[in-house]
């Protein structure tokens, strides 16, 4: 469950920022990550579980995915190529469905719980692809750069401006995230979260707020002052060690996730 819904988001997050990118990045860029989210997708598919399609939401989210898979498909076998007037409904209806399943995901995997543990673990899901798509796609474009060296550095600033509004988001979101799950703890229903980040185990949790939060919060800020400098190679190195933080972290919020139903 934690690969099949890692990949699930990254692929998703991929084609949700693929939005802000310029068209002057170039036909092979959009190709290349649109085949990119295409193949992420279909490799979630491999590593989903049974229970996964066991729900009205866990099925709902499986056919959304399908779906967002094949308008990706689509739009790398079209980009740059003939049926151009097709491809602005093509990625509408790939966002459409990649938001879908992220939302019906989140509802199967809450499913049974309060109504705000279920609206929190939407928004989880949604700032969790909208990070990790953001800075793998910020760290494409910027080893971009090497394909087109005439490519307007403005583009790469763009890109990063997204990756740090997103990774702000997924900061609040986590933080009330962990606030709901201490505030709304009641005895008889086992060891509270706050137990839990304060003990042995929860070592687990201050790697993900480390890796997944302080590093892509620092790191995506060092991207934007070197961007600023027009030094795009030391922004992409920087931003290989950001999406490596990145993955960390959100590798590690699906095990909390699964191992407390806390959608940190």
Request: hydrophobic share 60%.
């Amino acid at each position: 469950m934690i690969l099949f819904l890692f990949f699930a988001h990254l692929g998703i997050g991929i084609i949700i920022t693929l939005v802000w990118v310029s068209r002057e990045a170039g036909v092979k860029f959009f190709r290349f990550n649109a085949g990119l989210a295409a193949i992420l997708i279909g490799v979630a598919f491999l590593f989903r579980p049974p229970e996964a399609a066991a729900t009205g939401p866990g099925r709902v989210a499986l056919a959304a995915l399908a779906i967002a898979a094949a308008c990706t498909a689509v739009y790398w076998a079209t980009v740059g190529r003939t049926l151009a007037s097709i491809r602005p409904a093509v990625v509408a209806m790939g966002v459409g469905a990649g938001v879908v399943a992220l939302v019906a995901q989140a509802l199967a995997v809450g499913l049974g719980r309060a109504v705000t543990v279920q609206a929190m673990t939407v928004a989880s899901f949604l700032s969790s692809a909208a990070l990790l798509g953001g800075a793998c796609t910020a760290m494409i474009l910027g080893h971009w750069y090497l394909v087109i060296p005439s490519l307007q550095v403005t583009h790469l600033q763009s890109i990063v401006k997204v990756h740090i509004a997103s990774t702000l988001v997924r900061v609040v979101v986590v933080a009330a995230a962990v606030f709901l799950a201490i505030a709304t703890w009641q005895p008889g229903l086992g060891p509270s979260f706050r137990y839990y980040i304060t003990s042995v185990g929860g070592v687990f949790f201050w790697q993900r707020v480390l890796f997944g939060l302080f590093g892509p919060a620092l790191l995506s800020y060092l991207t934007w002052e070197t961007a600023k400098i027009r030094s795009t190679q030391s922004a992409t190195g920087i931003l290989y060690v950001d999406f490596f933080a990145v993955v960390v972290g959100e590798v590690l919020a699906k095990y909390l996730l699964l191992a407390t139903r806390v959608p940190v």
